[in-house]
């Protein structure tokens, strides 16, 4: 790795663990290799959202051009967000592509990425089929996520009818995140998720 | 096909001719809604490096205390190290930020930005001040008129 990159990578790790949001919990960051390529991010679902009471793991790449190049950042834990990939964990994030400065640091990134777990933009979304029903459902919106969150995110426990449905799935042999997904998709009506589920498997 | 062209205004090019590089540009911007009454367009990529000019232009300084550090390697600096300033008065090792300026014509601190030697972007750079004075304007007279 280019020596500006692993030297600098070396540097925000001092000011990320002295930071004021580690000590208060908010994020964390640790090291996965010694060659400060890869590395572990950890935020705090923010409070009075769906996302609060969870921990959300990211993986961060750092590429050899690094700072003139921003890191590779996705979540790990699965979480239903209109920015972030419910698949993939992709995030959907200016200051990720365009927007990218120099000044920016880990810490400062993971912050706007927590930031976005309180704001979300749905006009600009990185998962059509949250974001749809984000803009056409809140109510339902944040109950899905708040599952989510349980179910991943070591969230608190919330909605029973959720589980429920979940368990029907899976008594039917259905795959518990599948089940999840296709419940999420289809606004928690259990007809249409087992019509999909099953009519994509012939 | 020859009516097509002459209704739009068009002509083939006559021997020796060079195609006209700002009705490209015209086409370029309104092709982007640039003309529009509502634009609010954004630079739809990364915006191009800084000119060459400005980047040449740019005041070495001394720096005079230890108390700083460079804002893109983080390196702390030194009483006496050669630094370069931008005009926003941020400062930065040079070979730093004259990497950062061959990629981008910001300030990777504060988004000030540079000229760029590039026509496009100057041209979309310009007319974004012009709607927003347009806006301005606007809003001038509609509060002359109803307050
Ligand atoms: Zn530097
Ligand atoms: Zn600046």
């Known amino acids: ?202 | 096909m020859a009516g097509y062209f002459e209704e739009m205004g068009w002509r083939e090019l006559q021997e020796g001719e060079q195609p006209n590089h700002l009705l490209h540009m015209a086409r370029f911007l309104i092709d982007f809604g640039m003309y529009e009454d509502n634009f609010s367009g954004e630079w739809p990529r990364l915006p191009p490096p800084a000119s060459k000019e400005a980047v040449q232009n740019l005041p070495e300084v001394t720096i005079d205390s230890e108390s700083k550090n460079c804002p893109i390697c983080l390196k702390s600096f030194h009483s006496g190290d050669k630094a370069k300033e931008m005009p926003c008065h941020h400062q930065f090792h040079p070979t730093c930020i004259l990497t950062w300026l061959e990629r981008t014509n910001s300030c990777p601190f504060c988004r000030h930005e540079l000229p760029t030697d590039h026509e496009g972007y100057e041209a979309f750079k310009k007319e974004k001040k012009r709607a927003e004075q347009r806006k301005e304007d606007l809003d001038t007279l509609h509060n002359s008129m109803f307050s």
């Open chain 1, 1 to 202: 790795m280019a020596n500006i990159a692993a030297k600098r990578i070396k540097r925000e790790f001092k000011e990320v663990m002295k930071s004021e949001e580690v000590a208060g919990g908010a994020i964390k960051l640790e090291l996965l290799d010694n060659s400060w390529t890869e590395l572990q991010g950890e935020i705090a679902g923010p409070p009075d959202t769906p996302y609060e009471g969870g921990t959300f793991l990211l993986e961060i790449k750092v590429p050899e051009t690094y700072p003139f190049n921003p890191p590779k950042i996705r979540f790990m834990t699965k979480i239903w967000h209109p920015n972030v990939s419910s698949v993939t964990g992709a995030i959907c994030l200016d200051i990720l592509k365009d927007q990218w400065a120099a000044a920016l640091t880990l810490r400062t990134v993971l912050l706007s990425i927590q930031a976005l777990l309180s704001a979300a933009e749905p006009n600009d979304p990185q998962d059509a089929v949250v974001a749809k029903q984000y803009k056409e459902n809140p109510t339902l919106f944040a109950l899905t996520a708040r599952h989510w969150t349980h179910a991943y995110a070591g969230g608190p426990a919330a909605i029973r009818d959720f589980d429920a449905k979940v368990q029907r799935l899976l008594d039917m042999g259905v795959d518990e995140h599948q089940a999840r997904v296709a419940l999420s998709t289809y606004d928690w009506e259990l007809e249409r998720a087992t019509e999909q589920l099953f009519n994509r498997e012939e």
